[in-house]
């Protein structure tokens, strides 16, 4: 059994609407072997390995159903057990997921799509080659299989070591709970890096985190909060209780510090945190200096200060109000009488809540110097057995990540200290902070009972409060998101999906100018790049989900036009949870054969994701079945027809029902795109007023333009905005490069198209059709290489007989083809269709072929390039000097004429006969 591919979805995909990873596994001889073969000999080492598997619903959907398949008759199939054994194992490494499902792949055998949910990439592939491993391992003897583990291997090691690198991949609890907060108020998040820098929200509308530092916390505040003598000074001038302190940075300084202050004192560095290099209670100057040397291993710069009395207590303040308060203990055993003190820290350990680091809601207690040095200032050491009841302190400091636990105190807290913790953080100028507070009861006023405020923190940890070790949890991190975000602010940009085979990018230009015009600033992915505003961002095929993260992420975009292309679907899922408004255009043969889409259908099912994950709006073609199926799919408030059939009956039929159509009807003046909304029946717009159809020849641009107006009309751009914007839209390379540029400051009109597929080539070839030309029709002829046969051949079909001559060519990138293979399978196809093999011309270079085009035409002719690299080939095109062509090849460029026989014929003297690559021609001047 192995891995074969894997696809990494990063957001909704064909397969789920969440994060999975799709691999394709190839079980070899294993596919004679289910688990009911295998029997109870591999079942229940494999049970006994991961008892969480008994949870497992599976396909019965209740705990226990899993193991009921595998005890089947014929059981289930190991490629199914990996799927489960992957989402136990992120499971039991603290990324809880639950979603799998395993499929066997049509005409493949022995091959299977295993899909798995996971929360971190690198920890869900982690867990499914610990998976692979581990079900091989289990294998009897007698089955030969490639891969297995060595004798040696040790699955308990191999287990907690991706337990470890899990937990250093998760986010940390205090991230966490503000990530689990943004999602519980439906705001998205992205995490920014592999540590706790997370963005929430879209666009311009986004605030970023740190941990528990937000972007709005102020640089002066958090330094402030990281110099405990400047924090100290300001709050004793404020009259607020803090300790007595003195900055020293050699040892004897300390010691007559100390001596000043009056014994006992703390010792800790300057700009420590998280409790390391302190020392407390220090009685003796022996004691001063052992606590300097420690202090001094987190920083030059010592503090000491006097020693209060009391029971440590966090109390956290956010946005000015305080949420939480803990009472924290430091790391200890207690004694029973029996058991040693190491003894008694393994059972302590033993407890579920307690893992390493951060991983769980207490971290394990550690035996270590710093332990038994405690230890022995009271005269005892590891092997002592303490008391019943008796408390051994491990710890000096009161910190969860050393092993300390916390209690909830905030229903007790004294009104005095509430606003004492209130006061200090304002002083500070922090958003979010933490107030060290020693004090024997909370619930007394520090003005009475006494207390200091020991540290003011920035960044303040949320663990004690979101999982307290006893009380009751408090959402702290819900008021920093609402501070963040205040009811009813916007969250996030407004984002339209564009999908289909043909019109993606020049519907995607044309709704991306009409919200311009409106007057937002729009982050658009397209097959040209990404744009922001308008201005090229990052030049190519942008119209994945890493380019859809980069609109999102760029904090002046407050629109945005995602194209979504198939290829982005296949290979990652899309790059946003859901969208407001989605459309797809069209589903017609293209790029078939590849990444498993052999058939239309399959395709129209990639195709559909879009339009799954609407929120707001589904605009659909009305006119195209696979199109209209999607209507089965949506949730989308709104569904929206477009069809430029005035009598679909279908559509009629959702108009009467209140429904939304766009349609193009027929009137005296022309075509008009009508509105049809409930019982609002509204002409928006002429077509032969839109520039980008060519006074309403291009209807494929009329379509188009019909898209980008129901797309921007359910994103709540007005009608007369929506008028504005297409009729100021025009098909000029500046504004749509490769999309039906048209070029006519030489004697003869050019256009340059980047159609590259049948149904595209034959929409421009009907536009070609509509124009009147008085000369030759001139094609330059191209297809990708990557193609099925079939498909290159049908763009050299429909292109046939639209023209008087043919260039055929291919594209700089052959994708595995010879160098000429596609252009001499275009002409095959030509001849095949009737045309002449003297109008027919291979020149399998882009330039070439483009240059030789041009050379051709002569005044009044027509050029069509369908180009592949659109910028050189517009290039060419504008700086081609038609005038010095026409001196050197006299008025008139040659005319195709075929001659089946010349000996048969007679010229004037003035009439050439030229026999070259195109075939036997004649050629006159214009004037005879």
Known sequence: MRIVSTNVYVGPNVFAHFRVIRHVLELGELEHWPTGRLGDSYIEPLLEILPGLHEHGCSYQEP????????????????????????????????????????????????????????????????????????????????????????????????????????????????????NAAEDRDIPWIRLNRYSLVQFGHGKYQQRIQATTTGRTGNIAVELAGDKEETNGILRDLGLPVPEQIIVRRARDAVRAAKRIGFPVVLKPLDGNHGRGVSINLKTDEEVELGFQKAAEHGRTIIVESYIEGFDHRLLVVNGELVAAAKREPGHVKGDGKHSIAELVGIVNEDPRRGVGHEKV????????????????????????????????????????????????TDVIHPDNREMAIRAIRAIGLDIGGVDFLTNDISLSYREAGGAICEVNAGPGFRMHVAPSEGTPRDVAGPVIDMLFPPDSPKRVPIAAITGTNGKTTTSRMLAHVLKMTGFTVGMTSTDGVYIDGKLTVAGDMTGPTSAQMILRDPSVDAAVMETARGG?????????????????????????LRGIDTLEQLAEVKRVPIEIAKDAAVLNADDPLCLQMADYTEAARLCYVTMNPSHALVKQHIRAGGQAFVLEEA?????????????????????????????????????????????????????????????????????????????????????????????????????????????????????????????????????????????????????????????????????????????????????????????????????????????????????????????????????????????????????????????????????
Request: net charge negative; charged share 25%.
């Open 64 to 179: 226990g159903g899993f193991v009921r398949r595998l005890r089947e008759d014929e059981g289930t199939w190991l490629g199914h057990v990996m799927e489960h054994v992957a989402i136990e194992l992120q499971n039991i490494a603290g990324s809880p997921v639950t979603y799998g499902r395993t499929r066997s792949i049509d005409g493949q055998p022995g091959r299977y799509n295993m899909v798995f949910e996971y929360k971190d990439e690198s920890v869900g592939r982690g867990s499914s080659a610990l998976a692979l491993k581990l079900l091989l391992s289990l294998l009897p003897e007698e089955i030969s299989v490639d891969g297995r583990p060595e004798d040696d291997w040790d699955f308990a090691e191999e287990r907690d070591q991706f337990i470890r690198f899990a937990q250093s991949r998760a986010l940390g609890p205090s991230t966490a709970s503000l990530v």
């Open 362 to 409: 207490l971290t394990r207690l550690e035996f270590d110097h710093q332990a038994e040095r405690l230890l022995s200032k009271s005269g005892y050491d590891k092997d002592t057995v303490p008391n019943k009841g008796e408390v051994v302190y491990l710890r000096s400091t009161a910190n969860l990540s050393t092993g300390g636990t916390a209690l909830d105190v």
């Open 569 to 593: 679907m296949l290979r990652s899922g899309l790059g946003y949870r859901r969208c407001n408004v989605a459309a797809c255009l069209n589903v017609s043969s293209d790029h078939l054969g």
């Open 668 to 928: 005296m003046n022309g075509h008009m795109i009508t509105i049809y909304d409930g019982e609002a029946h509204t002409p928006l717009l002429w077509t032969h007023l839109i520039p980008a159809t060519i006074e309403g020849r291009a209807m494929h641009n009329v379509q188009n333009a019909m898209f980008a107006a129901a797309l921007a009309y359910n994103m709540a751009i007005s009608i007369e905005d929506i008028r504005h914007g297409l009729r100021t839209f025009d098909s000029t390379f500046f504004q749509a490069p490769g999309r039906m540029n048209i070029y006519d400051n030489h004697p003869f009109k050019v256009i340059l198209d980047y159609a590259h597929n049948a149904a595209a080539v034959k929409a421009i070839c009907d536009l070609v059709d509509r124009f009147d030309v008085d000369g030759q029709r001139i094609a330059v002829l191209a297809a990708p290489g990557d193609r099925r046969d079939e498909d290159i051949r049908d763009i050299a079909s429909i292109a046939a007989g639209h023209f008087d001559y043919y260039i055929c060519r291919c594209d700089d990138n052959r994708r595995g083809r010879g160098h000429d293979e596609v252009a001499v399978m275009l002409k095959e196809a030509l001849l095949e269709q009737g045309v002449a093999a003297s109008a027919i011309e291979i020149v399998p270079d882009e330039q070439e072929a483009t240059r030789r085009a041009l050379e051709v035409a002569a005044a009044n002719d027509l050029v069509l390039v369908l180009g592949d690299n659109v910028k050189r080939s517009w290039k060419q095109i504008i700086y081609f000097n038609s005038g010095a062509h026409a001196e050197e090849a006299g008025s008139r460029a040659p005319v195709a004429i075929e001659l089946p026989n010349t000996d048969e014929f007679t010229f004037d003297d003035d009439v050439e006969i030229i026999s070259d690559e195109r075939g036997v021609r004649i050629a006159r001047d214009e004037g005879d």
